[in-house]
């Protein structure tokens, strides 16, 4: 079908920096430094250069519930990484993440300090290093993987497809919109019927499984992404709603999202987070929707 808006593509593809939407002003088709920047280095022996987007909350709650547990060595300065203003693109960031994307983390726990790049590499090299959240062997072990790597696989779809052109693009398509909505409702639906008859996604235990698949889905259905929740009818997930809510209340998940955090009520902000008594100026009921 064609009609008045229809584009028919040139031969070869060039760039026209504004090109609208939200992300205009970020979104390049060529890797690398734009300026050079050096990143601060804290004391402790995590340093997370990230903001409170769903991704970077993923690290964020991780350290949290290491803390929580009473791992010490997941002391953690968090650094905000203003990805509107293009902080990604600086030569330190590069050099810890080359894709120029949070959350980025540097293990200088060792020797030599260790890059950790992707929400999901964090993860696991959390887990495997304070033998947390991840079973270390068999097949409970394999079925977490199986929905960390889900929730990879899946989230650019919620992300970039769903929340991009419901929320973000600068004209509202239906095609675009109809084509993503139909398949975050279908990942919703995944997620509400295995959770039908288990705690958690990848069985009894919280694991690094929820803790990646919640910062997207579970705070989608609790209405804090993309104001969606009405348009996607999310109260027909009741067990992903019930989830949800269950991992909202922790308290290293409150205190995770408060971290990196530049939106929402500016007393539940903490733009960096050096000590754990960071957190004590801060409220933290009642958090504001997430930015996706
Ligand atoms: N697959 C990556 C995705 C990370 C990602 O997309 N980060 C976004 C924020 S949520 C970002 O840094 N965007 C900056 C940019 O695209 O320039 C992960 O899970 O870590």
Redesign the pocket.
């Known amino acids: 079908m064609t009609d008045q808006n229809s584009y028919t593509p040139p031969a070869v593809w060039t760039w026209e920096s504004d090109s609208g939407g939200q992300?205009a002003s970020?979104?390049?088709p060529i890797a690398g430094p734009t300026h050079d920047k050096d990143l601060p280095v804290g004391t402790h022996p995590m340093q997370l250069y990230s903001?409170a987007?769903?991704?970077?909350v993923?690290a964020t709650v991780m350290l949290e519930e290491l803390l929580e547990l009473g791992h010490a060595g997941a002391e953690y300065d968090a650094w905000l990484?203003r990805?509107g203003d293009?902080d990604?693109?600086g030569s330190g960031f590069v050099e810890v993440n080359p894709?120029?994307?949070?959350?980025a983390l540097m293990d200088r726990s060792g020797e030599t300090p260790v890059r950790v790049?992707?929400?999901?590499?964090?993860l696991v090299h959390l887990a495997e290093k304070f033998g947390a959240f991840l079973p270390a062997s068999g097949q409970a072990r394999t079925e977490v993987m199986n929905w960390l790597f889900w929730q990879?696989g899946s989230?650019?779809y919620l992300?970039?497809g769903f929340g991009h052109f419901y929320a973000y693009a600068p004209e509202k398509w239906k095609y675009p919109i109809d084509r993503f909505t139909m398949e975050a409702k279908r990942q919703l639906d995944v997620l509400d019927r295995e959770l039908a008859g288990k705690t958690h996604i990848a069985g009894d235990d919280y694991s690094i499984a929820d803790i990646?698949i919640w910062p997207w889905y579970g705070q989608l259905v609790l209405g804090r992404l993309y104001d969606a929740a009405e348009f996607l009818d999310v109260t027909s997930y009741a067990n992903v709603l019930r989830w949800a809510e269950a991992i909202d209340a922790r308290p290293a998940v409150q205190r995770g999202r408060m971290v990196n955090r530049t939106f929402g009520k500016p007393e539940l902000q903490l733009h960096e987070r050096h000590d754990a008594s960071d957190f004590q100026t801060r409220t933290q009921d009642k958090l504001e929707p997430s930015?996706?």
């Open positions: 992300f970020i979104n390049r903001l987007t769903p991704n970077g993923k990484i990805i293009g990604q693109f894709n120029s994307k949070i959350p790049f992707e929400s999901g590499s964090i990879m989230a650019p992300g970039g990646a930015a996706g």
